[in-house]
């Protein structure tokens, strides 16, 4: 069967694109989705929008740090264990019960910690060195003033900007935003991304194995990194490699970003670059990466004919090995883009030597997985794009750059570690 005249397959492995002007494109073409409001029971997570500032005082009122009682610490002044200066005890201070009245010169107000200090006192008398007596408390230590408070605001001052805008909220940061009395919080909307999974031998993940067919693993991958990087996945369309039911999914889809595993590279039966260009743009097919060059990404118009941005749709290798490289390099940095998030990789990384020589060819970027052991940087594989146990073997990664060659034995080079880091008796921490 040949080719039609303007078949776009071929173009980009001619004189595959330069990695890094792709991402520098993406990066260029994407912004953050808009702003959409969530309850601050249900924003960690997310991403804020906007600025934080809280509109009161946290604490609301000076507050006791312990157990004790509330008193005008000049009262104290002289009193010892062997000294005591007797108080009059006037009531007590709860959390959530006041006292009422003031505390005068000479009394004494029980209360327990996180409750209102009374108006009149100034200090709290820890309950230790103080001890009751008929309707009296023997104050048998001294105290300064402001002992034992917690000032009116010392956490947080009303006005103060208390997260900043483009802040991933931590399980604490929304523990803030609720203790300032955030009502509902702006963030960032999380990126729909539809996950096209293209192929006649695939069976969908769950499903039981086939003789001629090979379970989907690249779905269940590409969710959950998805997710991690601040995306909504959809649940996977499995497609036949038919182009006109890929350009169907494409127009029907909604999502704010596209993956199409498979169906990438220059065979006969590999429709997504054609069915792309047609439906939208195609900025770039097949990368000057290992072990995913037949990549690609390019642009579909706003979902349903509207007005709005173009969207970003990868063409991600068939190959698992392959389709995780393609997505962290490629997918994965627009997707934290859209959501809000940072553009670097979510990874912690370490410098360390390289137990043994690594080469590679000069005008591409190699993918290296790798394992660490005794401070050292063990090479697991280069190619093996549909192995995808060998990204399981590996603690990591290190990416050879255009310009080089390799690496020789001992030098250093930046790991990026698929977990945080994990250090044995023979390590240091970095």
Same mark, same amino acid.
């Given at each position: 069967? %040949?080719?039609? +005249? /303007? ?36 924003? +960690? ?60 010169? $000479? ?13 009149? !006192? ?28 917690? %000032? ?17 909220? %931590? ?28 192929? /006649? ?6 499903? +039981?194995?086939?003789?001629? $067919? ?63 260009? #047609?439906?939208? %743009?195609?900025? !770039? ?17 706003? !979902? ?69 052991? =005794? ?14 146990? =060998? !990204? ?13 060659? $390799?690496?020789?034995?001992? #030098? ?6 698929? /977990? ?11």
């Amino acid at each position: 069967m %040949r080719r039609p +005249a /303007d078949d776009v397959r071929m173009r980009g492995f001619r004189a595959r694109a330069d990695l890094e002007e792709v991402r520098r494109l993406l990066r260029a073409a994407l912004t953050p989705l808009p702003a959409e409001t969530v309850p601050v029971t249900a924003c +960690a997570g997310r991403v804020l929008a906007a600025a934080m500032v809280s509109p009161v005082d946290v604490p609301g009122f000076h507050r006791a740090a312990m157990d004790g009682y509330a008193v005008r610490a000049e009262d104290t002044f002289g009193a010892a264990p062997d000294s005591p200066l007797p108080l009059r005890l006037a009531g007590d201070s709860l959390p959530g019960r006041p006292f009422k009245g003031e505390v005068g010169p $000479g009394t004494a107000v029980r209360i327990m910690t996180g409750a209102p200090v009374p108006s009149g !006192a100034d200090a709290v008398l820890p309950a230790e060195q103080a001890s009751e007596s008929a309707g009296q408390v023997l104050a048998a230590g001294a105290v300064t003033p402001g002992k034992n408070v917690g %000032r009116r605001g010392e956490d947080v001052a009303a006005g103060t900007t208390v997260l900043p805008a483009g802040r991933r909220l %931590r399980p604490q940061d929304a523990g803030l935003l609720a203790s300032v009395g955030a009502g509902p919080v702006p963030v960032v909307r999380r990126p729909r991304v539809d996950l096209l999974i293209t192929g /006649d031998e695939i069976v969908p993940a769950g499903e +039981a194995a086939r003789p001629d $067919g090979v379970l989907d693993s690249n779905s269940v991958m590409l969710a959950a990194l998805a997710r991690r990087d601040g995306g909504r996945p959809s649940p996977p369309a499995y497609l036949p490699d038919r182009a006109e039911t890929l350009a169907a999914a494409l127009g029907a889809s909604q999502g704010d970003a596209v993956l199409i595993s498979g169906g990438s590279s220059v065979g006969l039966e590999d429709h997504a670059p054609q069915v792309v260009a #047609e439906l939208g %743009r195609l900025a !770039a097919h097949g990368v000057a990466l290992r072990p995913a060059s037949p990549a690609g990404v390019g642009f579909l118009p706003p !979902a349903g004919g509207g007005a709005g941005p173009e969207r970003p749709v990868f063409l991600i290798p068939g190959n698992p090995v392959s389709c995780l490289c393609a997505y962290d390099f490629l997918a994965g940095p627009a997707i934290r883009r859209l959501a809000g998030l940072g553009w670097e990789w979510p990874y912690p990384s370490r410098r360390l030597p390289l137990a043994r020589k690594v080469v590679s060819v000069v005008g591409r970027v190699d993918y290296l997985r790798v394992r660490v052991a =005794s401070g050292m940087v063990e090479p697991l594989a280069i190619g093996g794009a549909g192995i995808l146990s =060998s !990204a399981v073997r590996a603690d990591g990664f290190v990416v050879v750059a255009r310009d080089a060659e $390799g690496h020789a034995p001992g #030098e250093e080079v930046d790991v990026f570690l698929y /977990d945080a880091p994990v250090l044995t008796s023979e390590e240091e921490a970095p």
